[in-house]
C-alpha cells in the first residue's frame, strides 16, 4: 500500500512522575493533568503519522480506572489505529507504577481523534495504516464504528446513515 504506515512506525511512548503540581489535595493525579498528558502523546503520534502539525478533534472513551498517586511513575503508549481521508484516530493506555515497578497497572485509556493541518489551516490527506498484528487489524476495523459513532454524536452523521450505530441500537 503507497503512502501506508504500520502502527508501530509512529507509536510514542512518554514517561512522566506525577508531582506535588500535579495533584489534587488527596495526593491524586489531577485528571485534567493527566489529560494533557494523553493530549500531547496522542499529538505526536498523530503528527509522526501525518508528517505534518496535527490538531485534536475530538477525545472519547476515556475511562479513569483507578486514582494515580503522587510519586507514581506515569507511562503513556499511543497509537494510531485508522487514518480516514483528513483525520487520524489514535488509541492512548496510561500506566502507573509505584517505586516496585513489578506492580505496574493500566489505569486509563481513549481514543483521539486529529486533523492534520497546513499553515493556512486547511485540512491536510492522511497517509493510510497499515496493521500488523491481530490486535491492530480489530482496533484498525473497529475504527469505522467508533468514528460514525462520534459524528453521529456531534450531528454530522444522521443515524440512518451509519451502520454501526444502526445495528447498536437494533440488538
Known amino acids: 500500500m503507497q503512502n501506508s504506515k504500520t502502527p508501530r512506525e509512529s507509536e510514542t511512548i512518554m514517561t512522566e512522575i506525577v508531582l506535588p503540581n500535579d495533584t ?25 503519522h501525518a508528517n505534518c ?16 498517586k503522587i510519586g507514581e511513575v506515569v507511562t503513556l503508549r499511543a497509537k494510531v489505529t485508522r487514518a480516514f481521508n483528513t483525520s487520524v484516530e489514535v488509541y ?32 491536510l490527506s492522511m497517509p493510510a495504516v497499515r496493521p500488523e498484528t491481530d490486535l491492530e487489524r480489530k482496533e484498525y476495523e473497529d475504527a469505522l464504528a467508533r468514528r460514525e459513532f462520534r ?17 447498536l441500537f437494533s440488538s
Not at 489531577?30 to 494523553?38: A, E, R, S
Not at 505496574?104 to 486533523?115: D, E, G, H, S
Request: a positive charge.
Open 24 to 48: 489534587n489535595a488527596l495526593h491524586n493525579l489531577m485528571g485534567g493533568n493527566l489529560m494533557k498528558w494523553m493530549d500531547v502523546a496522542t499529538a505526536v503520534t498523530a503528527r509522526r
Open 53 to 68: 502539525v496535527c490538531v485534536t478533534v475530538s477525545v472519547d472513551n476515556v475511562s479513569f480506572d483507578s486514582p494515580v
Open 92 to 123: 492512548v493506555e496510561v500506566f502507573a507504577e509505584g517505586i516496585d515497578a513489578s506492580r505496574r497497572r493500566k489505569c486509563n485509556v481513549a481514543y483521539f481523534t486529529f486533523v492534520g493541518i497546513d499553515e493556512w489551516g486547511n485540512k
Open 151 to 167: 459524528l453521529v454524536v456531534c450531528g454530522k452523521m444522521k443515524v440512518q446513515e451509519s451502520e454501526a450505530v444502526k445495528k
